[in-house]
């Protein structure tokens, strides 16, 4: 089946260091992926995507390679800020019977310290 | 510019009683999803429709049903709620007719069952 794996835990660093969030896939066909963030009490938000192989999404400073021989979709960060606070959800899409269903990862919650 | 829109926001049932999750869309989407949310699981989906007047289920359906209105209202039925469908809820919306563009998200609906 479908499937996305993210790193365990939480992940807590300070402001400038730079943020790595693992995210590796399992899917037939070629997927597209996506990275979305969640804010305190808010819904998510598409942070980034990329739709075919090598392609490199990119937003807010984020950036992640859609690496098709290791199943990877890795976000980072080079300098990240208080306001980056959130959960991180990996997740992916396949166009099946016309319908884009995303599976998502388990989410990685960031907290970055002042 | 509203997107997609959840009501209520907050809600506290008692086990056993019923209650109705409203969502609308206005950005003419085609597909509509309901997802739960609970700590450590990551977005799980209950429900999907693919187009108006079909439904289908997704990997957590036990305990829900659901309605498509029309094109823009998707409902989420909890007939005889239980302590276990505690969760935060969203629903999303995307149009799988475009290149493999990404779901958008309401603001979610926290409820608890007591």
């Known amino acids: 089946g479908n499937s996305v794996t993210q790193m365990e835990g939480p992940v807590t660093l300070s402001e400038e260091a730079f943020l790595t969030i693992n995210c590796t896939y399992t899917?037939?066909?070629?997927?597209?992926l996506f990275w979305y963030v969640q804010y305190p009490g808010e819904g998510l938000q598409l942070l980034l995507k990329?739709?075919?192989?090598?392609d490199k999404g990119s937003n807010k400073g984020f950036e992640a390679t859609y690496r098709k021989e290791t199943t990877s979709f890795h976000l980072e960060k080079g300098s990240v800020q208080v306001s980056d606070s959130a959960v991180y959800f990996c997740?992916?899409?396949?166009?099946?019977?016309?319908?884009?269903?995303?599976?998502f990862g388990k989410g990685n919650q960031v907290v970055v310290i002042p | 510019n509203a997107g997609v829109t959840q009501t209520p926001k907050f809600q506290v049932l008692k086990t056993g009683q019923s209650m109705t999750l409203q969502c609308a869309q206005d950005?003419?989407?085609?597909?509509m999803y309901w997802y739960r949310q609970d700590p450590g699981m990551g977005l799980r989906l209950i429900y999907y429709?693919?187009?108006?007047?079909?439904?289908d289920k997704g990997e957590v359906p036990n305990g829900y049903n659901v309605s498509r209105l029309n094109k823009r209202e998707f409902s989420l039925r909890l007939e005889s709620a239980a302590p276990s469908q505690t969760s935060v809820y969203f629903c999303?919306?995307?149009?799988?007719?475009?290149?493999?563009?990404?779901?958008?998200f309401g603001q979610g609906t926290r409820l608890t069952v007591v």
């Open positions: 997740a992916l899409s396949l166009p099946d019977y016309g319908n884009n269903r995303l599976a």
């Open positions: 999303a919306s995307s149009d799988p007719g475009a290149s493999r563009t990404e779901a958008f």
């Open positions: 429709s693919a187009s108006e007047g079909t439904t």
């Open positions: 899917a037939t066909g070629y997927p597209s």
């Open positions: 990329a739709t075919k192989a090598d």
């Open positions: 950005m003419n989407h085609n597909s």
